[in-house]
């Protein structure tokens, strides 16, 4: 009989990038000598049972082959509407069953464990209070501070988008993802501010500056008003938004068999048979982030008023939205590195993510305005309000 010491979920006070991974590898450890029916997480997504190879081509994608999440329980297919209430009677985060699977407490959330995770230090930021998986301002604002201080990204599926709980969630990854890594160019002006896009992706992005935070609430408010699922990342540096279409294409199910949503579009896909392994090339990757990406509405993209009310916060200070290039390339490798660091000139994400999980050499650093030293501080609390 082994005996599980008690864990304690983190505090506000205690709460870091480097105490959120310890206490994520801890459930991990802990999970490995329980049944599967009593573990918090079912495993450690990048053990060594995972097979992770590039898919090449010049965006950077990668393919996983992880059979054990396809036991992971199939959701009902019959969500119609983003904006849809929510659902007392159904489940939501305020119902797990284990206390156990809460890994930090904020005032206004809580971290939890992810069971069938995709991405090393899969876990999910979780609303307290009882409201539907809606972007807001107060959600928008509080996502950027965690990416901010603690180094982790963080994926949100919309309803209609791949989400599965209709209760306000979205999913932390201990690591900046494939899209985040390519250079970025020129976008589409959207309400008449300029925004980026990666320069290698084949789908319809928009990549907005921590100073556009604002844009970006009145871009999801837009969606949510035109019913338009969407999927969004959030890196130290930029928010990358994804609008969709409001149905699969047909032709996404020939060319992979699951849904297309925050995972892929950021850069990994995952299957569960070799031969669905085997299948999946660069080109499927490219075409499947093509259809199933569409245009911001139109009024956004024409420049034009918009005459509802900004439904997001007022912009945080300046951030630079510049992007190095990247000068080398590399040959797929058995299983691809999750956090490669690029020669760069200027301080971008990826080296952003290296210097919070290091945590020297802030101070000589002249950071962007948006992500203050207090917020850096990596020896403090994160307060989320």
Request: aromatic content about 6%; some cysteine; hydrophobic content about 35%.
């Amino acid at each position: 009989l082994t005996t599980i010491p008690l864990r304690r979920p983190l505090s506000r006070s205690m709460l870091s990038g480097d105490s959120l991974r310890r206490s994520f590898r801890h459930a991990v450890v802990e999970s490995s000598s329980l049944p599967p029916a009593e573990r918090l997480i079912m495993y450690d997504a990048c053990d060594s049972q995972e097979v992770s190879q590039s898919l090449g081509g010049s965006a950077g994608y990668r393919k996983r082959l992880d059979a054990r999440r396809g036991n992971k329980p199939k959701k009902a297919d019959n969500q119609r509407d983003v904006c849809t209430p929510f659902d007392h009677a159904a489940f939501n985060f305020s119902k797990i069953s284990n206390q156990r699977e809460i890994l930090a407490v904020l005032p206004e959330y809580n971290i939890l464990t992810n069971r069938f995770p995709l991405f090393p230090g899969h876990c999910l930021l979780t609303a307290k209070a009882l409201v539907p998986q809606q972007l807001s301002a107060t959600h928008l604002s509080a996502i950027v501070r965690l990416v901010s201080h603690s180094g982790f990204s963080a994926y949100f599926n919309s309803w209609c988008a791949s989400a599965s709980v209709n209760h306000f969630h979205c999913h932390l990854i201990d690591e900046l993802p494939p899209v985040a890594q390519q250079r970025l160019v020129s976008g589409p002006r959207v309400l008449g501010e300029p925004t980026l896009r990666p320069a290698e992706s084949s789908g319809s992005c928009y990549v907005f500056g921590a100073s556009q935070l604002g844009l970006v609430g009145r871009a999801v408010s837009a969606m949510q008003a035109e019913n338009q699922p969407h999927n969004l990342l959030f890196t130290p540096l930029h928010i990358y938004v994804w609008p969709k279409p409001l149905q699969r294409p047909a032709r996404s199910f020939d060319l992979y068999p699951e849904t297309v949503g925050g995972p892929e579009l950021v850069g990994s896909f995952t299957v569960y048979t070799e031969r669905d392994f085997a299948k999946l090339s660069a080109a499927a990757a490219d075409e499947l982030v093509r259809i199933n990406t569409a245009p911001l509405p139109e009024r956004l993209l024409s420049g034009g008023d918009d005459t509802r009310p900004a439904t997001a916060p007022a912009a945080v200070e300046a951030a630079s939205s510049s992007s190095d290039e990247s000068d080398s390339e590399a040959g797929p490798p058995p299983k691809q590195p999750r956090t490669a660091v690029r020669a760069c000139q200027s301080l971008d994400s990826l080296s952003l993510v290296k210097l919070l999980r290091s945590g020297s050499g802030l101070d000589e650093l002249t950071l962007p305005l948006a992500l203050s030293k207090s917020c850096l501080n990596r020896s403090g609390g994160l307060e989320v309000s």
